[in-house]
């Protein structure tokens, strides 16, 4: 996407901007539709954070997680924090970091999926983080998506093994709409929107042809899942 040429992004971050850029298109458009936020925690900091900073230039965009900068860009800017915690100690309390929020914004990006402690736990820590009227966005793929179904029919399974390596160790359970909204509300949130597009590897001809033709099949098929949800009753 345009928002990153002239950036000094590696070979692997390039690929993972082209397979993401849609996606990151659908995130950009679902924030802009929510009030402009005085304050972001960005739980999962990578592209999205610096998209954020360049939408809401007066905004404070906190981050949460492993921090990655290149040469210099993607550091914390003056005002903004910064916590190292890894979001599956969401489980001890002890351990969360008592000084977070409040916060008009947290964006959990690709994220929940890769952890192993539940996503009722970590929703229900990270509405504790909002300011009153806040919002979560949550975006993660499809478990029931078509593409890992006709997977499985052809005798595959439709998702990697777990990697063995701690800092990324690739997805531990992606979920389905009817999950997703099953936490969220477990969690005490209610979803204020929720959609389910064909939003990943656009950049491919082939693939974008796919997910065309898969375009016209339910919204339950589709690849991603991106729900705005609020702690209103």
């Known amino acids: 996407m345009s928002a990153f ?3 000094d992004l590696s070979p692997a971050v390039r690929e993972y901007l082209a397979f993401h850029s849609a996606r990151y298109e659908a995130l950009l458009d679902t924030v802009r539709a929510l009030p402009a936020p005085r304050s972001v925690l960005d739980a ?26 290149t040469s210099g860009w993607g550091s914390v800017r003056e005002g903004e ?8 100690d969401l489980q001890f309390s002890e351990r969360r970091p008592p000084d977070i929020g409040p916060v008009d914004l947290v964006v959990l990006a690709e994220v929940i999926e890769h952890l192993y402690t539940a996503p009722a736990v970590v929703l229900g820590a990270v509405r504790e983080w909002l300011a009153p009227g806040g919002y979560v966005v949550v975006q993660t793929p499809n478990a029931a998506r078509l593409e890992a179904r006709l997977r499985l029919l052809r005798g595959r399974h439709p998702y990697e093994m777990i990697r063995p390596v701690r800092e990324n160790p690739g997805h531990f359970r992606e979920l389905t709409v009817a999950e997703l909204r099953a936490v969220a509300a477990e969690a005490g949130f209610t979803v204020e929107s929720l959609t389910v597009s064909n939003y990943f590897g656009l950049s491919s001809p082939r693939r974008r042809a796919v997910k065309r033709a898969t375009g016209l099949a339910p919204a339950t098929l589709r690849d991603g899942i991106t729900a705005v949800l609020s702690a209103r009753p």
């Not at 999205?48 to 981050?63: G, K, N, S």
């Not at 924090?81 to 599956?88: E, M, P, T, Y």
């Open 5 to 7: 040429d002239g950036w």
């Open 44 to 69: 999962g900091t990578f592209l999205q954070t610096e998209l954020f900073r360049l939408e809401w230039p007066d905004a404070l965009v906190h981050t949460l997680g492993e921090p990655w900068t």
């Open 81 to 88: 924090r910064h916590w190292a915690f890894d979001l599956n």
